[in-house]
């Protein structure tokens, strides 16, 4: 059986820049926050010093530096951090609302259970999503083991690493076409690999790749391989295609069976929000990769303080 803890104003989902930072504003606005998240599943703890190139004002900063810098300001502001992954939300009665503080157009104030790993129940009156998207368990062997040594998923972040070098990109729909014709701003020597996939890009898309002469491959990769850094794939068929960039577009969001038990509305894997980070269900917002491209930090942080500012507007106004 689930053990109930005391009602939250505000509960964040996630423990990556966007969650933090709108905890941050949760909390200095005096509302009782709780952020529930592992730091180390955030894609920015892995970030080595020296490779976030594009954050106003920072130089030489590991992701675990900056993730551990922002855990320390949201406690300092009283939030409370649990480093746990949430199995279950849902939607309970709807409280009676107090005289002078109906719910938002006329609706009752729903409480939000959320279900910990560990069985433990957390209420709460608003929820923000800022949950990432999950990089799912590796499809390649070797592939966590090179990832920002060689293996990236994202070719917005990456790209100048791999100036004038060979790379492949990984995938078969349309973001995996997308990705290499980014990339071809940076190198000419670029290859798509479906693994073993039926590609599903647009004619659009497939002219481009055509007119960059980007070759697309369906062989099968069996492993990564190298010494400290990407030097080369392995395929099925024991063929070795030497490489030093490997971009993966294949990827799932985490939060889609959380999503769903709420109703909160998604399009292609990512959260619909409007401007105030407010997706269709009251009291709920978004924040961060799970809300769409562009997936950089600064979109991240930025959007957790503007879904802090509306959500304690929300629980303030109930
Ligand atoms: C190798 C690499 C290099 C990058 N380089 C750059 C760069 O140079 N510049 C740049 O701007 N961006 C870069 N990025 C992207 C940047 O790291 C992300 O955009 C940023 O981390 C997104 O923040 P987020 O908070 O939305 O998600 P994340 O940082 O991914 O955090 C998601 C959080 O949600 C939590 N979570 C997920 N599911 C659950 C659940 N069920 N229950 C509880 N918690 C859950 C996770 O535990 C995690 O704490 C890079 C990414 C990678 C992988």
Known sequence: MARREKIYDIIIIGMGPAGLSAGIYTARANIKTLIIGKSADSKLYHIPPGKIENYFGLERCTGKKLLETGKKQAK????????????????????????????????????????TEDKKKYSTKALIFAVGTLTTTEKISNEKKFLGKGVSYCALCDASFFRDKPIIVIGSDDSTAKEALELCAYTRDIQIYTNGEKIRFTNRLLKKLEEKKIKINGNKITKIAGDKFVEKIILQSGKIISVKGIFITQKSASFTSLTVSLEVKTKNNFIIVNRKQETNIKGVFAAGDCTGNPTQLAKAVGEGAVAGINATAFVQQR
Not at 80 to 94: H, Q, R
């Open 76 to 115: 300092k502001f009283a939030a409370k951090l649990l480093e746990k992954n949430i199995v279950e939300i849902k939607k309970t009665k709807a409280v009676k609302p107090a005289k002078s503080a109906a719910g938002q157009n006329g609706q009752k104030n729903k409480i939000f259970e959320v279900i």
